[in-house]
């Protein structure tokens, strides 16, 4: 029996569009990878900020945290394979009302990162070239960038895969090279990541403010959701998904810890954060102590940029406006939307979900105040996953206890136990 069937039945497809199956398990696992691949070179002081000099300890735990979540996750792609994920878990294992809340939960974090985005790469052109772009003017070409983005959507699903291999892997061979020159630097020294409890959250109790900054941190680990949200364009066997889900959180919690850990030994915490004033850009002021941002060393720089800040930032984007578009369309096929949601283009795309997302962004981007966004957004979507995931494992052990017959051609390692943990 498929656990979907009853959520998924003809009469709920009348008048939908239909998505291709043109991806390959691999490109599934890069779209989500990157979606995951957080904005290394723009959020770094922020992260330093939060959880101090060990912020590398504080990633390594928490991937091993979100790996339960992550094979929760994986039990229910094999066993209800169907886009709009959360929607389905969350009313298949509780009832449609967590399905709804929890759908909305996700969305509300994967619909920060678009305009937040843009925004950091847009203030990344403005520290590389020093253009001192009033707020204004970053809005309106992160809104260029954002129609480029809603247009390579709307295109063959191929194309998004490809564009996220190339800026992923480039992005991937820049930070392992500036992490081992850091590590080779005369400037990295052991001494920079003592006191420990070094944050500027807790109200002047360093140990709360840990116990914070470590929690915010969950944040960089979501998106292996995307996963099975591309299920119905996959040409891969169900039963290999879990592949991707637990890959892409391996994947870049060992990049995070190796990545942090070079990088927290440049430079006294004070200097990295701009005395925990969440600095962005905090890598690229570590680099220019060793590579001028200036004269022949322009050009390298400026490629370093592109591999910390612009490519890491743009996986982050492209893989959460897929997975946003494929979770508006599944609302609509289940007419928890209108079905116009569920209208696709000759590219097999969903169309309105797209100019949806757009407007959404615009509108964020309009609104956004510069000297906050960073922190709205790492609380709005520390909260969102926490709480969303929370349903999805509580939906899951009450499947488990309901429905044990239900066959399930992924094996949690654990049982049970697991689901809990």
């Not at 959360?86 to 509300?108: Q, R």
């Not at 081992?180 to 360093?206: C, E, H, K, Y």
């Not at 979770?327 to 939307?337: D, P, T």
Request: a neutral charge; glycine letters at 10%; aromatic letters at 16%.
């Amino acid at each position: 029996m498929a656990a979907g069937t009853k959520l998924l039945k003809e009469d709920y497809m009348q008048g939908a569009g239909t998505l291709r199956r043109a991806l390959s398990l691999f490109y599934v696992y890069i779209i989500a990878t990157g979606a995951i691949f957080t904005f290394m070179g723009y959020w770094d002081g922020w992260f330093l900020t939060s959880a101090g000099q060990w912020t590398f300890l504080a990633f390594f735990g928490l991937m091993w945290a979100v790996l339960p979540i992550a094979m929760v996750y994986a039990e229910w792609a094999a066993m209800a394979p169907s886009c709009g994920v959360e929607l389905v878990y969350g009313t298949l294992g509780l009832n449609k009302h967590w399905g709804f809340i929890s759908t909305w939960l996700i969305l509300a974090a994967w619909l920060a990162v678009p305009p937040a985005g843009m925004m950091g790469i847009v203030q990344w052109v403005n520290y590389q070239f020093s253009l001192n772009l009033s707020i204004g003017w970053i809005s309106v070409i992160a809104i260029i960038a954002l129609v480029i983005i809603t247009a390579i959507s709307l295109y063959n699903i191929e194309l998004a895969g490809q564009v996220q291999t190339f800026m992923l892997l480039f992005a991937f061979a820049i930070c392992i090279i500036v992490g081992i020159v850091f590590l080779a630097s005369s400037d990295w020294t052991i001494d920079n990541f003592f006191p420990f409890t070094q944050t500027a959250l807790g109200g002047g109790d360093t140990t709360w403010g840990i116990f914070l900054g470590f929690a915010l941190l969950i944040t960089p680990y979501f998106g292996f959701e995307i996963v099975p949200n591309m299920v119905e364009e996959g040409t891969f066997p169900i039963k290999r998904m879990n592949r991707a889900i637990l890959g892409c959180v391996l994947t870049c919690g060992t990049m995070y810890t190796f990545y942090f850990f070079c990088l927290a030994g440049m430079n006294n915490w004070d200097t990295l954060t701009g005395d925990g004033g969440s600095k962005p850009f905090a890598s690229l002021d570590a680099m220019a102590q060793i590579v001028p941002n200036s004269g022949g060393w322009f050009m390298w720089f400026l490629v370093i940029g592109f591999g910390l800040v612009v490519f890491p930032i743009g996986t982050c984007i492209l893989g959460f406006w897929l997975s946003a578009v494929r979770m508006f369309y599944a609302m609509g096929r289940q007419n928890f939307l209108p079905r116009v949601f569920a209208k696709t283009n000759r590219f097999h795309q969903p169309i309105v979900p797209n100019l949806l997302i757009l407007g959404l962004s615009i509108a964020a981007l309009l609104t956004m105040q510069e000297t906050t966004f960073l922190q709205d957004f790492f609380c709005l979507m520390s909260v969102c996953v926490a709480a969303c995931y929370t349903i999805i494992s509580a939906a899951s052990i009450m499947t488990a206890i309901r429905h044990p017959e239900w066959e399930r051609p992924y094996k949690l390692p654990g049982g049970m136990p697991m689901r809990v943990a």
